[in-house]
DNA sequence: GTTGTAAAGATAATGATTCTTATTTAGGAA
DNA sequence: TTCCTAAATAAGAATCATTATCTTTACAAC
């Protein structure tokens, strides 16, 4: 885990600097899809002097390279996951909660319901649920 | 559908202003989910002297009334939907054109899914699929 | 040691969006 | 119709997430 993030830098030809693991496991430990601003704050307490930019320059470096995913919201700021796998997300109607949902079952499902059902004039090449509603349980990870 | 917006301004209270108007049918007929600065070029033509803070304003309006959508997107600038059934979006893996994918088989297909398969501590509102992917037939409407 | 290059730091700039304030206007009341 | 006033708009400043620029550092090859 640790080290696949390390190998996978390397393959690519990048440097594994001190900044970039503690990015990385920064956005492992924030678990409710972290904002730049989520990172930053983590990071400041073992990292005092990292820059405002590195971060964001890391961060698309990352997903450039296939190594964290953006997540799509409503609101004006980026937020980043580190789960790659085909997977869902759980939006709280109320708060900036964002849960992971994973679902093979479903995944097969809607995958055979295309292979059936071909969308004219477009190839799919990935698809995911977004799935608003309200978490019974409160909190957990909240923002 | 012109009056039904009307209508649906008044029962809200607000006032049918033709700022209002003209940012409606712009959505209307800028039909890729258009941003606030396409909207506010579209205007500019027949209403010069539109406010920018106007156009933000009234989005937001619109958007809590629920006579529009936020449609999610990976980038840093809002895009608007006058659609509000359930439907999906077929995003392009390399421009930004966003089309409506609507489909009700499909629709029913997921709903019975999740009525036999709950989430816990999740209550669900509502599903969107983003599809990513590419279009076939070039353009269309695009960004 | 010198040179070259990727990466990081500091900080200015950008661009979408929001806020503030003065002015105008829609539309109900008189 | 005319008046009145809360609601809405215009103009422009401010905010804030993100980018860009420029300098400095890390470190490897020569
Ligand atoms: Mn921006
Ligand atoms: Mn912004
Ligand atoms: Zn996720
Ligand atoms: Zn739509």
Chains 1, 2 share one sequence.
Request: aromatic share 10%.
């Amino acid at each position: 885990m640790a080290t696949d993030f390390r190998n996978k830098l390397q393959a690519e030809g990048l440097k594994v600097t001190p900044q970039r693991v503690a990015i990385f496991e920064a956005i492992l430990r924030l678990n409710n899809h972290p904002t730049a601003e989520d990172i930053i704050a983590f990071i400041k307490t073992n990292h005092p002097n990292i820059s405002v930019g590195t971060v964001y320059k890391v961060l698309d470096i990352f997903v450039e390279k296939k190594l964290i995913q953006k997540v799509k919201t409503e609101k004006d700021v980026m937020r980043y996951d580190p789960f790659l796998s085909n997977h869902h997300h759980l939006y709280c109607a109320n708060t900036e909660r964002i849960e992971d949902y994973e679902d093979e079952k479903l995944n097969q499902l809607i995958a055979e319901y295309f292979k059936k059902n071909k969308i004219k004039n477009f190839k799919i090449q990935d698809i995911t649920l977004q799935i608003t509603g309200k978490f019974s349980s409160q909190n957990k990870s909240k923002k």
